[in-house]
Every structure is written in structure tokens, then in C-alpha cells.
């Protein structure tokens, strides 16, 4: 252990190098040029061999040769899921299916899938973006990582997994669940790096702390989770219980996956890879783009993929976007941490909530652990908020009711909502072995 002795605390942000320091500092114009070159030639690629882009670019009057400037992007057509789900399966790829690499899909709601297909040359880019944000977050060749991404269709696992091996480091592909097995695993292998959901850090955190293990003394050192939104209460929680630098990492299956955009030393918003993807921040109720540093929907539209272009795909995902200088020497935007997903926001009552500004309000409470659940339910013609939180090992059931009456009160100041608190007993809430569900909402459905 040695020098490990005084770095209790977990949570010094690690040296780093830059991989691609080249492209990684690359002046903003010469970025916005090298944008403009990929964009038009995405456009064109699109409009060639997608006939759903092609149908859309012909209505809207644009031709691939339209697009002079970055800022023409705003006259393109969005994307969104529903244009997968509707053109399932290969309907959206622009290359014939035998000349992929590699086929993912995430099970959506309604029932139809969602596929996103690779090429040889797609996956290549991905390992390469993948390996950047590993080493942006402060992983090294050589390093042990310890991969509780879920492997299979999910892009999470192979994701993480490929860029781990484009780094040169050591990947011990453990997926999700027998979590006592995790442990033991990261103890005995001395992984410097956990790559996992947040809600799974903290139930691997919990496993430990009830098998003995302190894994603060591990050799952990570098923790890049994402997956979900998560507030700076959990990631002080994860980083206290694991010992760790812990990153935000963020990344979706319709454009990529997991490492579209990675958190550097100064933690103050994500660095997004823009010599493969161009981000804009628009209005999601009206569609127009919103200037720089509003909060708004994020809309992404890829520069380099194969097999599947997307132009502006609207992500659903609330954040605001700066591109000032970062004390890390990159010059790639930084989009800030996300807010919520535009699907999960709640209207309690007139007012926008996202369950991640509830768990900010919770995570730290005197008397009650990290673990929640949120229960919508329509009274009358209301949104109905309860929120069951646990309590914390050894606190009597007595302290239950001052518990709750506590935190309603702190979510009322902190969000200007009233909400239902339930404290539950300890292990009551179920615990992630991939990605939360925190929220039941028990609403009548709307018909679609
Ligand atoms: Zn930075």
C-alpha cells in the first residue's frame, strides 16, 4: 500500500495525460473548420444512403451542398428515437447490414428496440474516443480496470471495455451483479479504476462496508460513472465510501456510446469530443437554438460515423453548454452536467422537477442513507409526490417520523415543492445492480 497510507481522503484529482493532446488543444477555429469539412460530408452521406434523411433534406428545400457554414446546421431536420424505432430495424443505417461490425439495441418502453449498428472503422473511432475520456478522467496503460458496465446489447460494457484495451490497460470484464464477487475482485486484483452506473458504485460501496472491506485502503484511485444523472451530494457520497476521483462520463447508444463527452481534472462540465460529434443546446419546446450558457435540450449530430449518421438527434437531455477556456488546456466545449432527461421531468403543481434535483436535496439529510425511490401518482387532477427514503443503519424507528418531516421540509425550501416522505426501514429500498429505477410513476398513461 505505502503511498496509498495518506491518500485516505480519495479524492486528490489524479495527473493526467491527454492521448490525442493534438487534437485535444486544437484552436477553436480550427476545430469549427474541421467540423465544418466532417458536417458536410455527413450531410451528404446521409442524404445519399438514408432515405428518411433524404425525404426530410427534399422537403425542407436543403441540399447537402447548402450547408457553407457550422451555423447552417440549424436549418437541418432533427432526429429523434421515434425515427429508429419506426424505421426498425436497419432502417436509419447508411451502410448494407453486411458490411457492419457490430449490431446494439436498448429495449425501449413501448416494446420496439431501438438498433445502432457499427462499422470496423466506426468501432475503431469509438475505442479511440472511449480510451480519451479514460485517460481525461485520469486512467492509465497499465492500469486495472474494473468494468461493472453491463455487458451485451447495452452499450455500456463493450463500450468502456474497447476503449480500455485501446489505452493499454488491463480490463477485468466483471458486468453487473454478484456484487460480493465484485469486492473481492477489486481488492485482490488492485484495480486502480471502477467503471460503473453511480447507483452501483454506491451498492458496491455498501457490499464492502457490510463484508468488512474497506475499500477506501483499495488501490482504487479513478471512478468514471455515468448512465444516469447523478447529483454532487452522490458523487461526495462515492467518493468518501469508495476512496476515489469520481468522473462524470457520459455517452448514448443512438450516437455512440459511452464516451461522447468525459469530465477533466477540473470537473466543471464534460469535455465533448467535438472533432466527432457537433453539439448544439436548443429550446425543446419551440426547436430553435438557444446562445450559449442557456439551458436547453441537447441535440447532437455525428461527424464521422458509418454506419449510422445522425443530424440532430434530440437526446432529451437538459444541460447548458460553455465553450471558455478550461483549466485542463482542452479546447472542447464542456457540456454541463446533465440536469435530467426532458421524459423524466416531473410537473408537481406548475413547477419543473427532475428527480435528480430531489436526490440533491436528500443525499446528505442527518439520519437518512443514499437510497430512494420516488412514487408519482395523479390525485384528482394533481401531481402527487411521495418519496420513500431509508434510514440509516441504527437509527430507531421512533426517529422515523422527525426523519421525514426534515426532509419534506428541505425539499420544499431547496425546490419549492411539497412532497410525501416516507422513511423506510434499512435495505428496504431495492439497490441497483446496473441502472436505477427510482421513479414509479403511477399515472394514468396517456393514449398515444
Ligand atoms: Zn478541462
Not at 103 to 113: D, E, K, N, Q, R
Not at 189 to 207: G, H, K, N
Not at 407 to 429: F, L, P, Y
Amino acid at each position: 500500500m505505502g503511498h496509498r497510507a495518506s491518500l485516505h481522503l480519495g479524492t486528490a484529482a489524479p495527473t493526467r495525460a491527454m492521448l490525442h493532446a493534438d487534437v485535444e488543444t486544437l484552436p477553436r477555429e480550427q476545430l469549427a473548420d474541421l467540423q465544418l469539412q466532417r458536417l458536410r460530408a455527413t450531410v451528404a452521406d446521409a442524404y445519399r444512403h438514408v432515405p428518411l434523411h433524404r425525404a426530410r433534406l427534399d422537403a425542407a428545400g436543403i441540399a447537402p451542398e447548402d450547408i457553407r457554414s457550422l451555423d447552417d446546421v440549424a436549418h437541418l431536420p432533427f432526429t429523434q428515437k421515434s425515427d429508429l424505432r419506426d424505421h426498425y430495424p436497419f432502417g436509419l443505417f447508411a451502410r448494407p447490414v453486411d458490411q457492419l461490425a457490430r449490431l446494439h439495441a436498448s429495449s425501449g418502453t413501448t416494446g420496439v428496440p431501438t438498433v445502432v449498428g457499427y462499422t470496423a472503422g466506426d468501432l475503431s473511432r469509438w475505442a479511440d474516443l472511449m480510451a480519451r475520456s479514460l485517460a481525461c478522467a485520469g486512467a492509465r496503460r497499465g492500469d486495472i480496470v474494473h468494468n461493472a458496465y453491463g455487458y451485451g446489447l447495452f452499450t455500456g460494457g463493450l463500450g468502456v471495455h474497447s476503449g480500455a484495451e485501446r489505452l493499454g490497460a488491463v480490463v477485468v470484464p466483471v458486468s453487473g451483479g454478484s456484487t460480493e464477487r465484485q469486492v473481492q475482485l477489486l481488492v485482490d486484483f488492485r484495480s486502480r479504476v471502477l467503471c460503473s452506473t453511480p447507483s452501483y458504485a454506491l451498492t458496491i460501496a455498501e457490499v464492502a462496508e457490510r463484508l468488512g472491506v474497506d475499500l477506501r485502503a483499495s488501490a482504487l484511485e479513478v471512478g468514471l460513472f455515468g448512465a444516469e444523472p447523478w447529483s454532487a451530494g452522490m458523487r461526495s457520497e462515492i467518493e468518501s465510501r469508495l476512496g476515489l476521483h469520481a468522473v462524470d462520463i457520459y455517452g448514448l447508444s443512438e450516437i455512440m456510446g459511452p464516451g461522447v463527452a468525459c469530465e477533466c481534472a477540473a470537473r466543471n462540465g464534460l469535455h465533448g469530443w467535438e472533432d466527432h460529434f457537433l453539439f448544439e443546446v436548443i429550446d425543446p419546446a419551440s426547436g430553435e437554438p438557444l446562445p450559449e450558457g442557456e439551458a436547453g435540450e441537447l441535440v447532437i449530430t455525428t461527424l464521422t460515423k458509418e454506419a449510422l449518421p445522425m443530424l440532430r438527434y434530440r437526446t432529451r437531455d437538459i444541460t447548458r453548454l460553455a465553450s471558455g477556456r478550461c483549466d485542463c488546456g482542452r479546447t472542447h466545449q464542456r457540456i454541463l452536467r446533465i440536469t435530467g432527461r426532458n421524459d423524466d421531468m416531473l410537473i408537481i403543481r406548475g413547477v419543473n422537477v427532475y428527480p435528480s434535483q430531489l436526490e440533491a436535496a436528500l443525499i446528505g439529510r442527518p439520519g437518512i442513507a443514499p437510497y430512494y425511490q420516488l412514487v408519482v401518482e395523479r390525485r384528482g387532477t394533481l401531481d402527487h409526490v411521495g418519496v420513500e427514503v431509508e434510514a440509516q443503519a441504527g437509527i430507531a424507528a421512533e426517529a422515523h417520523a422527525a426523519i421525514a418531516s426534515d426532509v419534506a421540509h428541505h425539499i420544499k425550501s431547496m425546490i419549492g415543492i411539497t412532497t410525501e416522505v416516507r422513511v423506510r426501514a434499512t435495505g428496504e429500498i431495492p439497490r441497483s445492480e446496473g441502472k436505477a429505477v427510482r421513479v414509479r410513476d403511477l399515472r394514468p398513461k396517456v393514449p398515444v
